[in-house]
C-alpha cells in the first residue's frame, strides 16, 4: 500500500534526536512524505533532509504566518491534552533567500504560507497583522509562479479572504490547502479553483467531519499528518505523531466512504502526485 504524506514536519525539533531514522522508516514502508518549513531555518532543514534520501522524501519552504509576528503565540492542538507556548520570531519574506530554496529539486511547494486569523492574542494590532499575512501571501505566490510550483496553504479563521485573495492573484500550478477544518461548501470553492483538499489526524477526532468526508470526491483529496501535532485517533493521545500515521486518516476515509483504505492510499498518493508535479 502506498501511502503519501503530504505535510509533516520531521524538519521540526520534536525529531531533533531521530528525525532521520523517523523518514527512514517511514520510506521504508513505500511511503513518500513532504516536509514543510514554517519558517527559513525550517525550510532550509527540509530541503537537506530531503537530500539526505534518494527518491520519495521532498521539501516545501515558506513562513507559517504565526511566524510573522515577533513574540509567541499558544497552540493547543486538538489532537493533545496539553496547552504549549510556541516562540515566534517576526520573520520577514526576503526573495533571493526563498528564491535560492524554492529552486532546489527536492523543493516540492511554496509554503506553509497563507492565512491565520485563529492565534491573535490580546494586545495585538490585528489590522497590521493581517495585513502583513495578506502582504506576504502575496510576495510568495509571486515567487511561486517565478518557479512554476504550486503552494501549500495554510489558513485558520481566513478562508473567505485566502479565496479572494486566489482569485485574484492566481497560482499557476494551484496547490493543497492543508489542514482543512472549513464546511464542504468552502472545500468546493477551492476545488473549483482547482487546489487539493488536505485532510489528517482532525477528521479522526469524531464525526464533526464526516459530512466533508462524504461530500468531497476522492480525486480530490490529499493526506498528511502535520505531525508532531494531530495524532489520529485510534492512537494514543498525546504520543507524537510520525508520517507512517497517515495511514489512519485513510482508513477513516475509506471508513466513511465506505470503500477499502488501498484506494484511499493509491488515489490520494497520485493526487499528491500530480498537485506537485511528481513524475509516478
Ligand atoms: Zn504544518
Not at 224 to 229: G, I
Request: with cysteine.
Amino acid at each position: 500500500m502506498q501511502l503519501f504524506d503530504t505535510h509533516a514536519h520531521v524538519n521540526f525539533n520534536a525529531y531533533k534526536d531521530d528525525g532521520e531514522e523517523v523518514l527512514r522508516r517511514c520510506l521504508a514502508n513505500g511511503m513518500s512524505v513532504v516536509n514543510v518549513g514554517s519558517q527559513f531555518s525550517t525550510s532550509k532543514r527540509a530541503v537537506e533532509y530531503a537530500h539526505l534520501f534518494d527518491d520519495n522524501a521532498y521539501a516545501a519552504v515558506g513562513i507559517h504566518p504565526v511566524h510573522l509576528k515577533k513574540g509567541s503565540f499558544t497552540h493547543h492542538d486538538p489532537g493533545e491534552l496539553t496547552e504549549e507556548e510556541i516562540p515566534t520570531t517576526g520573520e520577514k519574506f526576503e526573495y533571493e533567500k526563498y528564491l535560492k530554496l524554492a529552486k532546489d529539486e527536492k523543493v516540492v511547494a511554496i509554503g506553509e504560507i497563507g492565512l491565520d486569523y485563529h492565534h491573535f492574542e490580546e494586545g495585538d494590532d490585528i489590522e497590521f497583522l493581517k495585513n502583513l499575512q495578506k502582504e506576504t501571501l502575496l510576495e510568495f505566490i509571486r515567487l511561486a509562479n517565478d518557479v512554476q510550483k504550486p503552494v501549500m496553504l495554510h489558513c485558520w479563521d481566513g478562508y473567505d479572504d485566502l479565496l479572494e485573495i486566489l482569485e485574484k492573484y492566481p497560482v499557476d500550478k494551484k496547490g493543497i490547502v492543508h489542514s482543512f477544518i472549513g464546511s464542504y461548501k468552502t472545500a468546493n470553492k477551492f476545488i473549483q479553483l482547482g487546489y487539493m483538499i488536505g485532510m489528517n489526524g482532525i477528521v479522526t477526532y469524531g464525526d464533526s467531519y464526516d459530512r466533508l468526508i462524504k461530500e468531497i470526491e476522492l480525486k480530490d483529496i490529499v493526506i498528511e499528518t502535520d505531525c508532531p501535532y494531530l495524532t489520529p485517533r485510534p492512537l494514543e493521545r498525546g504520543i507524537r505523531n510520525e508520517p507512517l500515521f497517515v495511514k489512519e486518516v485513510a482508513q477513516k476515509i475509506a471508513d466513511v466512504k465506505g470503500i477499502s483504505i488501498e484506494e484511499v492510499a493509491q488515489i490520494t498518493s497520485q493526487n499528491a502526485k500530480r498537485i506537485l508535479i511528481l513524475s509516478s
